[in-house]
Every structure is written in C-alpha cells, then in structure tokens.
C-alpha cells in the first residue's frame, strides 16, 4: 500500500523559507518521477516540480529560480526547498509519485499547509 507523509509546511512572511519532506512507503521509490502538487482555496490543483528518479527537474514558471525539488532515494523522501516565498505560494502542497494512478488520479496524501504572509 502506498504511503505518503508531507511535512515541514508553516506559517512565514514574505521573502522567508521552508522546507518540505515526503516519505514514501509502499513503492520501489528510486524508478518514479515524484512531484509536488499544490492547492490554494478556491483554485484547482496544480504542478509545482518534479524530479525524476535520477535527479532530473522541472518548474512551473511562477517557481522557477525560488523553488528546489531534490530527492533521496536511500532515505525514500522527496523534499521541496522554498525561498523568497510571496504570499500567492500560500496553498497546501502535496506529493506523489506520478505513475501511481489510482480511480483515475494520483495518489494524494494528506498535504501539508504553507502560508505565507506579506
């Protein structure tokens, strides 16, 4: 069964940072592509980053040259370092491992809250 625990969210002030963690338990961690989802209220949810399970990247623009996706696949934990947060990063924010599908999404942990004020 797949598991996974986002921590490391928290209330900042603008131009501040954070780091966020995934376990992941259940899966053969080092082959998936892990990316991190977020969701403020009233939006749907969208791509943040994700890496691939030798360490390639990718960005949405908004986050670009702020955000860090990295990973460690002896440790099965998917990190986000986050710099010069702005108060529209605020949102909860999710991983997963993008192949898993299951009813025909991914599958979602419990996420963890960032908000950032100004």
């Known amino acids: 069964q797949v598991q996974l625990v986002e921590s490391g969210g928290g209330h900042v002030q603008a131009g501040g940072s954070l780091r966020l963690s995934c376990e992941v338990s259940?899966?053969?961690?080092?082959?998936?592509?892990m990316a991190w989802y977020r969701q403020a209220p009233g939006r749907q949810r969208e791509l943040v980053a994700d890496?691939?399970?030798?360490?390639?990247?990718n960005y949405v623009d908004s986050v670009r040259g702020r955000f860090t996706i990295s990973r460690d696949n002896a440790a099965n934990t998917a990190y986000l370092q986050m710099n010069n947060l702005k108060p529209e990063d605020t949102a909860v924010y999710y991983c997963t491992p993008t192949a898993i599908i299951i009813g025909g999404d991914h599958y979602w942990g419990q996420g963890t809250q960032v908000t950032v004020s100004s």
């Open positions: 890496i691939t399970g030798r360490g390639r990247t």
């Open positions: 259940g899966i053969i961690f080092s082959i998936h592509v």
